[in-house]
């Protein structure tokens, strides 16, 4: 039972760089989210997904896009790297009606 | 939602139990209480949540005051695998679930 897996777990990047973080779920969850996490901070949400073909954004969406094609799916994408975007990136997912979300294990992304 | 407050950090010794409280004096009726911890920068694992009533779970038991002003969350014998970061999260069941993290309590469990 995988639950929320993030792919790739680490990646190094240069700024201007383009680069699309992955996160799939097995548990047929209607919502998704994505999170950024800086050292020694508690999660921010970048945007988030009420349902296949849906997006919305959060706290912190400036920077990044993201697509809902599939149910099982998260795509976050940067399509300009910059330094401010070194961060933990947490991917979850929940069903509807107050159920806790579930978490991967994040990417560590560095922008150099 | 609701605004929360917790100790940076706290201390407890392995086998005691853990009492970690959490101050929600603006909370709204229709908001739940969640507890969620996170260990060694993993992601964030859910420990509980609820309403008003008291609740307990394998995990861990949570305690809300009456007037559901603050809550304690109760490890009941506590291991150094318990050792994280504890999130005290309120949030309305609406539309996305979505949740709002603070800075947490540092909990850190000592033989």
């Known amino acids: 039972n995988a639950g929320v897996t993030q792919t790739p777990k680490f990646r190094v990047l240069k700024t201007g760089q383009s680069m699309t973080l992955l996160c799939a779920q097995d548990?047929?969850?209607?919502?998704m989210y994505w999170y950024r996490q800086d050292p020694g901070m508690g999660l921010r949400l970048i945007h988030y997904?009420?349902?296949?073909?849906?997006?919305a954004k959060g706290e912190v969406p400036d920077g990044y896009n993201v697509s809902r094609l599939k149910k099982q799916n998260f795509l976050l994408g940067l399509e300009s790297a910059a330094p401010s975007q070194t961060s933990v990136y947490f991917c979850?997912?929940?069903?509807?009606?107050?159920?806790?979300?579930?978490f991967g294990d994040g990417t560590r992304l560095s922008i150099l | 939602d609701a605004k929360t407050t917790q100790p940076t950090s706290m201390d407890c010794a392995e086998g005691r139990a853990a009492n970690l409280p959490c101050n929600h004096s603006?909370?709204?009726?229709?908001?739940?209480v969640y507890w969620y911890r996170q260990i060694h920068s993993q992601g964030p694992q859910y420990i509980i949540h609820?309403?008003?009533n008291n609740e307990t779970n394998e995990m861990a038991s949570l305690i809300i005051t009456e007037d559901r002003k603050s809550s304690t969350l109760i490890l009941p014998h506590a291991t150094l695998r318990d050792t994280a970061v504890y999130y005290c999260?309120?949030?309305?069941?609406?539309?996305?679930?979505?949740?709002?993290f603070g800075g947490g309590t540092r909990l850190m469990v000592k033989p």
């Open positions: 999260i309120v949030r309305a069941n609406n539309a996305g679930n979505m949740l709002t």
């Open positions: 997904s009420v349902g296949e073909g849906t997006t």
């Open positions: 548990m047929n969850h209607e919502y």
């Open positions: 603006t909370i709204s009726g229709n908001e739940y």
């Open positions: 609820g309403l008003k």
């Open positions: 979850a997912s929940s069903g509807t009606h107050g159920e806790p979300q579930h």
